[in-house]
């Protein structure tokens, strides 16, 4: 499956991805209840995130938005009841576009040869990337069992991950089932395959 749009021909591999490199959630939990969590996980070994729009409506107690933030989200005229609405309840898997260095760093952000486009005024052309440590094929035999991180890119609207802001340019972990919220509009949850089949599924 080759896919004209932002997206390129990121995830040739993966079935039910739209133009812009995302699955509905709708479509994805059709092809994950049929079949068993064995076959899913061989089809979709990627984490993979579940994004949600906000549509504008932060609360700051939740995000712990600064003061310069909220004075932005009360004077910004960007349309957010439109284009962030079009990525809410979509799944985009970590996967890396082809022929691209560095294949443990999925980034993410406004640009459109970022490996996760998210075309909006409040995401940073660079706003971040997810990094693999360990797993499989990345070291030794002994190598550490694969784990995750995410790392700020110096964004103007901020990168949280479970309500805690990252300072700008710092690396934090990210597990399953972590909460990751890019710029003002966006928030993900980070799935592990198997999660990901436990959600869609029901079970």
């Known amino acids: 499956m080759r896919l004209d749009g932002p997206a390129g021909d990121i995830h040739d591999e993966i079935g039910g991805v739209n133009a812009e490199g995302f699955v509905p959630w709708a479509t994805i939990r059709a092809i994950a209840k049929s079949q068993d969590m064995e076959s899913f996980v061989e089809k979709y070994p990627k984490p993979a995130l579940r994004i949600f729009a906000h549509g504008g409506q932060h609360e700051a107690s939740i995000l712990q938005l600064t003061d310069r933030e909220l004075s932005f989200k009360s004077t910004m005229t960007v349309p957010i009841h439109g284009d962030a609405r079009r990525y809410h309840d979509k799944v985009a898997f970590l996967s890396k576009r082809p022929n691209m260095p560095f294949p443990n760093m999925i980034s993410i952000g406004r640009a459109l040869n970022s490996d996760v486009v998210l075309v909006l005024d409040t995401i940073s052309k660079f706003h971040g990337y997810f990094m693999?440590?360990?797993?499989?094929?990345?070291?030794?035999?002994?190598?550490?069992?694969?784990?995750?991180?995410?790392?700020?890119?110096?964004?103007?609207?901020?990168?949280?991950?479970?309500?805690?802001?990252?300072?700008?340019?710092?690396?934090?972990?990210?597990?399953?089932?972590?909460?990751?919220?890019?710029?003002?509009?966006?928030?993900?949850?980070?799935?592990?395959?198997?999660?990901l089949y436990g959600a869609l599924t029901g079970g």
């Open 132 to 195: 693999k440590s360990g797993g499989p094929g990345a070291g030794p035999p002994n190598q550490e069992a694969e784990s995750w991180s995410f790392v700020d890119g110096k964004t103007t609207n901020g990168t949280h991950v479970n309500g805690k802001r990252l300072e700008k340019g710092e690396r934090r972990p990210v597990g399953d089932g972590d909460e990751v919220a890019l710029g003002l509009e966006v928030h993900a949850i980070f799935l592990l395959p198997k999660t």
